[in-house]
């Protein structure tokens, strides 16, 4: 059983990938915003395992942590653009809090769920992708979020349908995919969704750390 919440370090190519979006995002920022951006670069490309309960702005004062969790909420919510991907889906993922495999109890973890997301994804590209388009890296556009506290744990991702693919057949291969995960749930929702629904899974509550909560190594932009 794999106890505690850290994460591994990004691959560096995906790493690479989230720094570009930072810095194109920071060059184009008011200057009172550019920190909440460099903490956001330096929070999950420089030092995965961080430590957030306080930060500070260029002037060297203490940033309330409320404050500081919108301003981080904000900076991620204008790095990804939902404007730019084809047909955008509310997908969501019940995990389990638990499971008995082989008289053994497995607690669900954050990496865990990371783990078993990263799976998900990979099946699903597989089945939705050219297999050249693959082989190069190109991944389904995904903005995903884990949520913990006081609910059943679940992720709500916003996933990019390809042009092509049908409704049904996408419903079908989605369930499938979640269902050869270790901690997957049969509960799944999928339907069309807009900036609303980056708002509503972006919001403060039901998550136990706010920005742990955004799943980066299994974060793809468009």
């Known amino acids: 059983m794999v106890e505690g919440r850290k994460r591994r370090a990004l691959p560096t190519a995906h790493k690479i990938g989230i720094?570009?979006?930072?810095?194109?995002?920071?060059?184009?920022?008011?200057?009172s915003q550019t920190w909440a951006i460099r903490s956001l670069n330096a929070t999950h490309i420089n030092r995965p395992d961080h430590k957030h309960t306080h930060r500070f702005n260029e002037g060297g004062a203490a940033i309330d942590a409320k404050r500081d969790l919108k301003a981080?909420?904000?900076?991620?919510?204008?790095?990804?653009?939902i404007t730019h991907c084809q047909n955008p889906r509310a997908v969501t993922l019940t995990l389990k809090p638990y499971i008995f495999s082989n008289n053994n109890f497995a607690r669900l973890t954050t990496e865990a769920a990371s783990r078993d997301l990263?799976?998900?994804?990979?099946?699903?590209?597989?089945?939705?992708?050219?297999?050249?388009?693959?082989?190069?890296?190109?991944?389904?556009?995904?903005?995903?979020?884990?949520?913990?506290k006081y609910v059943n744990p679940h992720y709500h991702l916003m996933l990019d349908k390809p042009n092509g693919v049908s409704?049904?057949?996408?419903?079908?291969?989605?369930?499938?995919?979640?269902h050869k995960t270790t901690f997957g749930h049969s509960q799944v929702d999928?339907?069309?969704?807009?900036l609303g629904w980056i708002l509503y899974?972006?919001?403060?509550?039901?998550?136990?750390d706010f920005i742990d909560s955004i799943d980066w190594e299994n974060y793809h932009s468009s």
């Open 167 to 178: 409704d049904e057949l996408f419903e079908i291969l989605v369930r499938s995919a979640w």
């Open 190 to 194: 999928i339907r069309p969704c807009d």
């Open 201 to 208: 899974i972006t919001k403060l509550r039901t998550k136990r």
């Open 19 to 31: 720094k570009n979006d930072l810095l194109a995002l920071e060059r184009n920022s008011a200057p």
């Open 118 to 148: 990263r799976h998900f994804l990979n099946v699903l590209s597989r089945k939705l992708l050219k297999r050249f388009d693959v082989r190069r890296g190109r991944r389904l556009t995904c903005f995903p979020v884990l949520e913990d």
């Open 72 to 81: 981080y909420r904000n900076a991620t919510l204008s790095m990804f653009d």
